[in-house]
Each structure stands twice: as structure tokens, then as C-alpha cells.
């Protein structure tokens, strides 16, 4: 809603920007001479400027009837730069972040001068802890022979209260025009710079004032890079006999070169190891990998600056050079933004900066995990040329592809993992898989894989489960020990060992994680279903009350919409957890019908078989068997070959 008070602001926000606004009137031969010119006495950039056309100007023919343009310009009040005194008195750009406000101490100063007929009085009050001026010090200054009269309270007033910056008129002399100071303006031939040199006055002689500086740089030519400050920095304390710049020619400034500013570390030696909460290195989390996600701002192009012209001091103008611009460094996986300056990651992977190109390889070859690279995360496809070993782990959202032998390490991915060694755990490998596992063999290592697990020779002693298939078909194609679960068929030669040793079970038929979930989620919906019986008494006790009473305490009504909001989110919950619960009494459903265990050699004595929760202990050696489910039990029948047609080959990179 528009208020009194809000115009009241807005009003008052436009007011102080517009008494930032100030104009000058510029003739040139050509409009962009007349805005460079303006730029230069505006000491900003000519995109800053706005103006108005108060004049066309004209070529003219062939230099006849040639006319300038005349320009009205004005500062973008949003550019111009807010300035502050600083600790020396010198204006600071109050935007600065290096500049900070300090009150720092400073004692009070008198300029006691004779200008004209008159004698003149500037005060400057202290600061902080600062001395004030002592008024029978300037009074003593006073007297001097040339000394007509002065107002004595007057001098003590400007000293207790300051003169605001400007001199004020105490008394009057006997002037004598021939002991009046001179001075000299002298301007350097490369018209960079103008100084004055000022001869002191006799007793009875008038000072320098600013005016006759200015009037006298005037009068030479001089009409650019005048100073104020230092002008009135020389009238107040004259340095006589000794050349002192008023005025310096606005030098050009050149445009800064684009440049690219990266996100990510380029020089690979700062990249250091991880260090622990104590203060430790962890020298397994190197950090040597940058992963970026596709749609990442990589870096962006500075764009190139246009530089501010300059002028000496007779208005001639000195060229800028506007900065270089460069080209994206673009290389393989990366693509340019809407705004054509930003570079963002075109894939997952680590960014890497080569042949001082911006590249995303989702792909990462090493030629072995170990103490030089420390443990890998990766976005992508991690390809390991040797071993991965002990205590070391590889953790990539794509595959991983290891040549050598997988140690006591964890291996986790998002897709499909390729050992073609094997995987040696020690009791404390794992190995999580969002695909399918291959390998030559494994032992005493947790395995969990989301599809199918391929072994060409065996698996012993190890806690290895798939939600589809686990296939052993080499020559040994072994299972001995541990616990092996699929959802849908187990595949062996030889399964168990001659004489027992350790227990080896098999189970295969159902989705423990499936039916896991199920109970939690049956277990959620019971309790749920008993706090909204409680929530229902509640409400209907309160929804009584009311009919009778006709309304409700503020405390009571505030509870019964507490209580029904509460009822709502649980019937909502209940909701999703029947979807939940259906889904996944759907897929228990689908395995009623899988769920085999095919042994083509032999089933050793002691080797437990689980089919659907329902168990086989086998009690005398069996060969070329196939368990299932019938009837309630576990039935034996003679060996089939499975069907094997959605096993396919690994997909890898190598």
C-alpha cells in the first residue's frame, strides 16, 4: 500500500540525488570530442555521462560554414563516487573498502593573512584529542606595526567556534601596494604541469589570494587540472621562494585487458591435503580432484575496459588505450552461458585446465590407487590401470575399472565396477554397486550390488548380495562360505566344500530390503492409524462442546485447529504409505514365480539352501541339481540351464 510516508521517502531519496546532478556546457568539432571532453572535466567514463543537444554541430562543405556542437552534460547521479575526509584531510572515495573511519587527533590552526585592505582570520577546530588554537597566541600575531585595528572579541569567537572553512574579516592595516607579495606562474613545455612561486610581502604588503592564482592561470592558457586544494593549501601556508604545483594535467588511464576469472583451483600445487579436527594431515585425502557437476559456473570473463582520456593543462587531450579483449578458453565438455562470458561445466567429471583450455573429462585414469593419489571421489568413470590398495578407497557416480587386484578398501559407484583380478577384502573390503559387478574372483569382502554379479572363478568366505543374478561360470565357478543372496537365481558349478568346514548359505527368491521396508512401513501406518482414532475423540469431544456452548475458549479453538491440521497431515501420510506399500507388494508378488538355485556340478553336505524363506539343509552331496519353490517346500529337480539373455557384457571404458 502507497502511503504518505512512503512518497515522503521516495521523494526525499530522489531529492539527494539530484542535488548530486550537476551540468556543463562542452563545444566540440564532434559529438564524441564534446563527451570525451566532458569525461575528462567529469574525472568518469563517457557510458556515465547523459547530455542534451543544445546545438547540432555541422561539417560544413569542404570546411565552410563549419559549426561545433554545444552539449548540456550531466553525470549519471548512480556514478558519481561518494567522497569522504580522510585521516590527512585528503578526499577518499567513501566506497573504498580500504579506507576506514578513524578518528584520529588533530590539533586546531589559525591563518592569519592580509588580503586587500583587510585582515583576515581562518580557524580549524580541533580533532579528537587535539589542542584548540589559543586565542592570545593570534591576538600577539596582531601586533605588528601595519596593524591599523582589530576586533579583539571577534578574534576570540572564531577561535572558540571555528570560521567554517572560509577567512573572516578582523581588522584592517596600513596597506602598501609596493610591499604586496608577488609571484610567478610557470608552466612546464610538456604542459603537464603549472606552478607558482611566491616571493613573501614586506611589512604592509598584501598576501597571494587564491583568486589571483586562478585569475593568473587563466590568463596563460590554463583550463584543465587546476587544484582548489592545493591553490588554498598554498594561500594558507605559503612555502615563499620555492615552486608549488596548482596545477596538473589530467593524465589518460588505459582500459584494463579482459581477463578470465576461475572458479576453480588452476595451479595444481595449491591443492593440499585434507586436514583432520585435531590438526593432523590426512594423507589419503589428497584433494587432487575437482569434480563439478553439468550446469557449474567454471569461470567468467571480465570484459575489457575503455580507457578515460586525458588532458594537459592547455585542454589538449591525451589518448587512452581502451583494454584487449581475449577469446573464451573453451575446451572439451564445457559450453558457454546465455550472458556469452560465463563457462559452465557440459557433464560431470573433474575440471582441469589444459594447454590453458577449460575442460570436464568424465573420465579419470590412474595407474593405481595408493599413498601418490590417496583416496578418489570422482564424478564420473574412474579407470584404474594397476591395483587399488590396502586402506585406500574409490568412490565415482559412473563406473569403475580396475586392471589389478582390489585390496582391503571400499569400492562404491553408481554404475557398473570391473575387477579383472579379483577382490582380496580381508574380512573389511566392501563393495557397494549401483550396476553390475565383474570379477575374477572374490573373498572375505560385503558385497552389495543393485543388478547382476558375474565371477569367473569364485566367491569364498564373503557377504555378497544382488538384487538380480549372481553367475559364477568359469572353470571353478565355486561358492565356498559365507552367505550369498539374489533375488532371482543363484548359478554354480560347485557350491559348499568336501567334509563341510565353514557354513555356506544360499537364499534366493525374495527382497529382504523389500520386506524391511514393508514391515517399517505397515508398523508407521498401525500407529498412525491409533493417533488419529485419539485425534478423532479429541476433535469430536471439542466439536461438542462448541454445539452446545455455541463457541469456544480462544485456547480450546486454537487446539481443535491444531488437532485437525494434525489429522489431515497423517491421513496424507497414510496415503503415501499405502502407495509405498502396494509398490511393494507388487514386486514381492513378481518373485513368486523366480527364485532357483542351479548347481551343474555338486552341492556339498552342510550347504544350506533358502528358497522364499523356506530352507534346504543338504544332508548327503548332490550333483547336477536345481533347487525351487513348489507347494510350500524347497523341491530338488534335475540341472536346467538358466536363461542368461539380459546378461550382458560389461560396458566399460578400457
Known amino acids: 500500500m502507497v502511503t504518505l510516508e512512503t512518497i515522503r521517502k521516495d521523494m526525499a531519496g530522489l531529492l539527494s540525488k539530484d542535488k548530486d546532478i550537476h551540468f556543463i556546457e562542452v563545444r566540440a568539432d564532434t559529438l564524441d570530442e564534446a563527451l570525451a571532453d566532458a569525461a575528462v572535466q567529469f574525472d568518469t567514463r563517457v557510458v556515465n555521462l547523459e547530455y542534451e543537444v543544445v546545438e547540432r554541430g555541422f561539417d560544413g562543405f569542404m570546411g565552410i560554414a563549419k559549426k561545433p556542437w554545444f552539449l548540456k552534460v550531466y553525470q549519471n547521479p548512480d556514478t558519481i563516487k561518494k567522497t569522504v575526509v ?213 569461470a567468467q570473463k571480465i570484459l575489457a575496459e575503455q580507457g578515460k582520456a586525458g588532458k594537459t593543462i592547455y585542454g589538449r587531450y591525451l589518448e587512452a588505450k581502451n583494454g584487449r579483449d581475449i577469446q573464451l578458453p573453451l575446451g572439451k565438455n564445457v559450453r558457454v552461458d546465455k550472458d556469452g562470458r560465463t563457462i559452465l561445466a557440459d557433464a560431470n567429471g573433474q575440471v582441469l585446465l589444459i594447454n590453458d583450455k577449460i575442460c ?55 554404475g557398473d565396477i570391473i575387477v579383472s583380478s579379483g577382490i582380496i577384502g580381508r574380512d573389511e573390503g566392501k563393495i557397494v554397486c549401483g550396476g553390475s559387478l565383474w570379477a575374477k574372483f572374490i573373498q572375505n569382502t560385503t558385497v552389495q550390488v543393485e543388478e547382476n554379479i558375474i565371477v569367473t572363478d569364485s566367491i ?24 550369498v543372496f539374489a533375488t532371482e537365481c543363484v548359478l554354480a558349478k560347485n557350491i559348499g566344500s568336501e567334509g563341510g568346514g565353514t557354513e555356506t548359505v544360499i537364499s534366493v527368491g525374495f527382497d529382504p530390503r523389500a520386506k524391511k521396508r514393508l514391515e517399517e512401513l505397515l508398523d508407521m501406518q498401525n500407529s498412525n492409524i491409533k493417533t488419529l482414532d485419539e485425534l478423532e475423540l479429541n476433535i469430536s469431544t471439542l466439536e461438542n462442546m462448541k454445539k452446545v456452548r455455541k463457541s469456544l475458549p480462544k485456547e480450546k479453538e486454537e487446539n481443535l485447529v491444531s488437532l485437525m491440521e494434525q489429522k489431515n497431515e497423517i491421513i496424507e501420510e497414510n496415503i503415501q504409505y499405502n502407495e509405498e506399500i502396494e509398490k511393494i507388494q507388487g514386486r514381492l508378488r513378481e518373485l513368486k ?37 513348489e507347494g510350500g517346500f524347497v523341491r530338488r529337480g534335475k540341472f536346467e540351464q538358466p536363461n542368461m539373455d539380459d546378461i550382458k557384457g560389461p560396458e566399460g571404458y578400457s
Not at 578574534?155 to 578582523?170: C, H, L, M, P, Q
Request: glycine share 10%; proline share 4%; aromatic share 6%.
Open 86 to 298: 580522510g585521516k590527512n584531510g585528503e578526499t577518499v572515495d567513501a566506497e573504498d573498502e580500504e579506507f576506514e573511519e578513524k578518528i584520529v587527533s588533530k590539533n586546531g590552526e589559525y591563518f592569519l593573512h592580509h588580503f586587500g585592505l583587510d585582515i583576515m582570520l581562518k580557524v580549524t577546530m580541533p580533532i579528537g584529542d587535539g589542542l584548540p588554537v589559543d586565542p592570545d597566541v593570534v591576538l600577539e600575531d596582531l601586533n605588528r606595526p601595519d596593524t591599523k585595528s582589530f576586533d579583539a572579541d571577534l578574534v576570540r569567537s572564531i577561535v572558540k567556534n571555528g570560521s567554517d572553512g572560509e577567512y573572516k574579516t578582523i581588522g584592517e592595516y596600513n596597506h602598501e601596494p609596493s610591499a604586496d607579495a608577488i609571484f610567478v606562474i610557470d608552466i612546464t613545455s610538456d604542459e603537464m604541469k603549472a606552478t607558482a612561486t611566491i616571493n613573501p610581502p614586506s611589512i604592509g604588503g598584501a598576501d597571494v589570494t587564491v583568486e589571483q592564482i586562478k585569475k593568473a592561470l587563466t590568463q596563460q592558457g590554463v583550463v584543465a587540472g587546476i587544484s582548489d586544494e592545493k591553490i588554498q593549501a598554498l594561500v594558507d601556508k605559503p612555502n615563499y621562494n620555492e615552486p608549488v604545483v596548482v596545477a596538473e594535467a589530467v593524465l589518460p588511464v588505459d582500459g584494463k585487458d579482459a581477463y578470465i576469472s576461475y572458479n576453480f583451483e588452476t595451479d595444481r600445487s595449491k591443492i593440499r591435503a585434507k586436514q583432520a579436527a585435531n590438526g593432523q594431515v590426512d594423507f589419503k585425502e589428497l584433494n587432487l580432484i575437482q569434480n563439478v557437476v553439468a550446469g557449474q559456473p567454471l
Open 460 to 483: 569364498m568366505n564373503s557377504e555378497v548380495s544382488a538384487q538380480k543374478k549372481i553367475i559364477l561360470n568359469g572353470k571353478r565357478a565355486q561358492i565356498t562360505g559365507g552367505n
Open 593 to 629: 514365480n523366480i527364485g532357483k538355485v542351479y548347481v551343474s556340478g555338486t552341492v556339498y553336505s552342510g550347504v544350506k539352501i533358502y528358497v522364499r524363506d523356506e530352507k534346504d539343509e543338504v544332508r548327503a552331496d548332490a550333483k547336477s541339481v536345481t533347487f525351487f519353490y
Open 360 to 414: 570436464v573429462e568424465p573420465i579419470m585414469e590412474v595407474d593405481g590407487v595408493n599413498i601418490k593419489t590417496g583416496n578418489i571421489t570422482f564424478l564420473g568413470t574412474v579407470i584404474v590401470k594397476g591395483a587399488v590398495e590396502d586402506g585406500f578407497n574409490v568412490k565415482a557416480s559412473g563406473n569403475i575399472e580396475v586392471s589389478g587386484t582390489v585390496g582391503k578398501c571400499s569400492l562404491e559407484s553408481d
